[in-house]
């Protein structure tokens, strides 16, 4: 049991709550708990998410205290039991619903062939007795549950949809047992038993909220895809055996071994062997990535080809998949402000049927027409039947969590609702330089030897002479000695002038290695190089002259390659319209010689880190909704400043923290993906919300009578309970749409 006193979040599983009134019952008494800081209820999947100081077993004492039933969710294993019980929900809804179906459909059958006795002759009487003593079994069995979710609601002061079903379908049957018992009590014109509407409407609500169970479902299936990418086994290597044991069983430092095909179980650092693994269940990246000894793995990707021994680093809840599920989780639990607001109109709108209602039988019993009993009873059961706000409570959490879910497919992971609603707003988009737009780590680009020389010497001299050096340049021309498996000779002498170059002797002979001005300084020139490396400059390329014994033996050029999906993916960004501002550190002349490369729309460059928060302001103050992209880091107050901050992520060890969106893939086409998922996202939220609010708007009114004066025609009770479950299921279903969603130009 999670244990109070320090700061942690809890999830709970709801059960009880049958519509969106619920939701603000459930988190009033969660946020009345002592040490309670927030709290999140999210009516799709019946969750909460609570943050604060305060222990499981105090919140599930405030849940149970406000006539709901609540359970503590820890892991994988609560999963299973959650889906589980669903499971067991949607078969006892569909028992409930061909129980009521089976008493109700015959009665309404015999009623409209008119094959059904009076009710003023004995054996219509006898008749009549023993159906509403089945229809009272049905109650009972199939909506047993309506009347003691409207009971508990009414000990705690509020009303919700199972108030409104249990008065609709309570008030036909005591109604109708009236007539049954006492007919000559109730003018004969209203002598009619509304046994079959009770009954039809119990199934059709059953019916709608089974089929509504199922297709809930399919909207976290982005949650149970991650859940089902941990093993529950992983092969560990202790004492010099391989043993098979369960992922809990796991500690750190512990080696374990991989084979082909196997889905690796946590993270770690691959201390023997090579292969290459699939990470694009994480990342969204579709091809394999090379892995040697030194390289991190991370849990729930796929071995591909050999075999390798690695060092669990990361285990539990602090592996990248579990902080990517958690962060999935917290995503599709939030609300977007469009959401709150609902969840405010469906806290009163049951308070406000329910006033409806009684003036709606007013009305009927003082000024219908004959029989008044009967049209006074019928428009109020319809308006109360009609009403159930379950599709307004579904229209916003159904919509976000289908939205995360396709967001985390393409490697998009959206820490918050109010994230995926602003993304889809923006109108500039500000991209870091180094690491976001370039691979953030230089590399020789060219070997350009004077004439009489090769690249190989020219490679091998330089390298020698920085291998003393710590300069990230120096690292550059190292790695690329290395990649060429050239044999790196001693320096000695090595000296660094500061903001020049280095200086060394490499075989005994004098080396020089630095920018034009140190050759110059030293009596080199140039000459027939100085052109090439004046062309390689305006390439945001920095070209390092390399001199031996006082003759020029060529250029090195270094930079930092610019990623390849960097200018097609801002195409994209400035296809929706999107203004593109690169933000550097760098000189100007290396930001905007990137900035034509990339094709970006404005450069600032020479900016602090500092300052880059100070840039977003500036934006913002013109009137621009700003996105800004950055490593997670370095960039982090310029993330938090922006409407919207979206940390690129490596794929592995992400700043989760850093963004309200996470870039599992370090591509920019995050971005755009992020950016049209938001809008289809809130699009269809907007759709949800206008179905939900015109289905209410027109129902009610049509329920009341509203029609009946003009053109006769009053809504049949059990119509109003069809049309109420369908109204849910069309939002399920809208919502579920998005899963089909794929941003145009998604590189997935």
């Not at 800081?37 to 999210?42: K, Q």
């Not at 405030?62 to 299973?80: F, H, I, M, N, P």
């Not at 090579?274 to 994480?282: F, N």
């Not at 870091?432 to 020389?453: C, H, I, N, R």
């Amino acid at each position: 049991m999670v244990e109070s006193g320090s700061k942690q979040q809890i999830r709970l599983s709801i059960s009880g709550m049958s519509c969106a009134g619920c939701v603000a019952a459930v988190e009033e008494a969660l946020m009345a708990v002592p040490g309670v800081t927030g709290a999140s209820v999210n009516f799709a999947e019946h969750t909460a998410i609570v943050s604060g100081t305060t222990g499981a077993d105090e919140l599930i004492a405030a849940v149970t205290q406000a006539g709901y039933e609540a359970a503590l969710l820890r892991g994988v294993d609560d999963e299973t039991e959650k889906e589980a019980a669903e499971q067991a929900h949607y078969r006892r809804l569909l028992r409930n619903t061909a129980v009521a179906g089976a008493v109700g459909l015959p009665l309404f059958v015999g009623g409209m062939s008119g094959l059904l006795p009076l009710h003023g002759t004995l054996s219509g009487q006898i008749f009549w007795l023993l159906i509403g003593l089945a229809t009272l079994g049905v109650l009972i069995y199939a909506g047993g549950h309506f009347f003691t979710g409207a009971w508990k609601s009414f000990r705690n002061h509020n009303a919700n949809m199972d108030t409104l079903i249990a008065l609709g379908t309570g008030s036909a049957w005591c109604y109708s047992m009236a007539v049954v018992l006492f007919p000559n009590s109730v003018p004969s014109l209203a002598q009619h038993a509304y046994f079959e509407a009770a009954a039809v409407i119990i199934a059709l609500i059953n019916l709608g909220s089974a089929l509504e169970v199922r297709a809930r479902g399919k909207t976290s299936e982005a949650i149970k895809r991650l859940i089902h990418l941990q093993p529950r086994t992983a092969r560990v290597v202790r004492e010099g055996r391989e043993l098979d044991l369960p992922i809990d069983q796991i500690g750190l430092d512990e080696i374990l071994r991989v084979r082909p095909g196997e889905r690796i179980a946590v993270d770690g650092v691959i201390i023997e062997g090579r292969s290459t693994v699939d990470e694009s269940t994480l990342t969204g990246e579709p091809l394999p990535v090379k892995k040697q000894v030194g390289d991190e793995v991370t849990g729930g990707t796929i071995n591909k080809t050999g075999t390798f021994l690695f060092q669990a680093r990361r285990i539990g809840k602090d592996t990248v998949l579990a902080r990517i599920i958690e962060m999935v989780r917290q995503a599709q639990s939030s609300k977007p402000a469009i959401g709150r607001l609902v969840d405010k109109v469906a806290s009163v709108f049951v308070p406000a049927v329910l006033i409806i209602a009684v003036l709606t039988f007013l009305a009927w019993y003082n000024f219908g027409p004959e029989p008044w009993a009967g049209f006074a009873l019928v428009t109020t059961m319809t308006v109360l039947i009609i009403a159930c706000p379950c599709a307004l409570g579904l229209a916003t959490p159904m919509s976000i969590m289908v939205g995360v879910g396709k967001a985390a497919e393409y490697g998009v992971l959206i820490r918050n609702g109010d994230a995926l609603q602003q993304a889809g707003k923006l109108t500039t988009v500000i991209l870091d330089k180094t690491g976001t737009v370039t691979k953030g780590k230089p590399g020789v680009t060219a070997l350009l030897p004077v004439s009489g020389l090769d690249e190989t010497y020219l490679l091998q001299m330089a390298a020698g002479v920085e291998a003393g050096s710590e300069h990230p340049l120096a690292q550059a021309i190292l790695d690329a000695a290395r990649e060429r498996n050239i044999t790196v000779p001693q320096a000695t002498g090595f000296e660094a002038v500061a903001g020049h170059g280095v200086r060394g002797s490499v075989d005994r002979k004098n080396v020089l290695f630095g920018n034009r001005k140190f050759m110059v300084d030293n009596n080199i020139h140039p000459g027939e190089l100085e052109e090439k490396a004046a062309i390689l400059a305006a390439q945001a390329e920095t070209p390092v002259y390399l001199a031996v014994d006082g003759d020029l033996a060529g250029i090195i050029s270094i930079a930092d390659p610019i990623k390849a999906d960097s200018r097609p993916a801002i195409a994209r960004l400035h296809a929706t319209g999107i203004k593109v501002v690169l933000l550097s550190g760098d000189n100007r002349d290396t930001a905007e010689a990137v900035a034509r490369q990339v094709g970006v729309d404005e450069v600032i460059a020479e900016v602090l880190p500092v300052d880059k928060s100070a840039i977003v302001a500036e934006l913002q103050a013109s009137g621009e909704l700003v996105g800004m992209v950055g490593d997670g880091i370095n960039d982090a107050p310029a993330l938090a400043r922006a409407d919207v901050g979206f940390a690129i992520g490596t794929g592995t060890d992400v700043a989760i923290e850093s963004g309200d969106i996470t870039l599992m893939r370090g591509s920019l086409h995050g971005v755009t993906d992020a950016i049209a998922i938001s809008q289809a996202t809130v699009r269809n939220i907007k759709q949800n919300l206008f179905g939900a609010f015109f289905y209410n708007s027109i129902g009610i009114p049509v329920a009341a009578g509203v029609l009946y004066p003009f053109i006769g025609i009053l809504l049949n009770p059990m119509v109003a309970g069809a049309a109420m479950a369908m109204s849910s299921l069309t939002v399920v279903s809208n919502a579920n749409r998005l899963r089909l969603f794929k941003p145009q130009g998604a590189k997935k």
